[in-house]
């Protein structure tokens, strides 16, 4: 995280990739609890399902993390 002093005071400054980062992280993990919530309340399979499209945001990131 990149600091930008403005009038007396520091506010952060996240980059454009680091955004993008914490974006697919965020819809990662909530991908992930719900479908870890969905496998054991209702249907295994559909959780399954949901867990394993989450994880297709994971590795996107993992690329983009990759690609410097």
Known sequence: V????INDSIMPYLSQKMVKTLILNLIFMLGALIGVLVYFQWDKQTGTIIILVSMVFKIVECVFRFMK
């Open 2 to 5: 990149c600091y930008l002093k």
